[in-house]
């Protein structure tokens, strides 16, 4: 007896992916344009004012840099008796006055 193939596809348990939620897309909002700042000199302090005028005491003996570094370089600028602008003027940075003022090897008076 011949049996008869069945056309009827057998129960798969399939699993159903749900659809992602699409994100749609959000503008920034508008940025407000600062009003222009006045231009500043880098190299002015925030405490340049308390130091105009004022003239530099070298309070070590030596050079207490690291020697051949740019900061040392630097420290040999300094003149007992020159201004804090001309100190600037002659290359020292601000940053180099802060440093050297905090860790008393010069001070303005």
Not at 6 to 26: D, R
Not at 33 to 54: F, M, N, Q, T, Y
Not at 66 to 87: P, Q, V, W
Request: glycine share 6%.
């Amino acid at each position: 007896m011949a049996v008869a193939k069945s056309t009827v596809k057998p129960a798969v348990a399939t699993t159903v992916k749900p659809k992602l939620a699409v994100a749609k897309a959000v503008t920034a909002p508008a940025k407000v344009a600062k009003p222009a700042a006045e231009e500043k000199d880098p190299r002015v302090s925030r405490i340049a004012g308390e130091l105009e005028g004022k003239k530099l005491v070298i309070l070590v003996a030596a050079n207490p840099k690291r020697e051949g570094s740019a900061s040392h370089a630097r420290f040999a600028l300094y003149k007992n008796g020159m201004t804090y602008e001309s100190a600037l003027a002659a290359g020292v940075t601000n940053g180099d006055i802060h440093w050297d003022m905090a860790h008393e090897f010069i001070k303005f008076q």
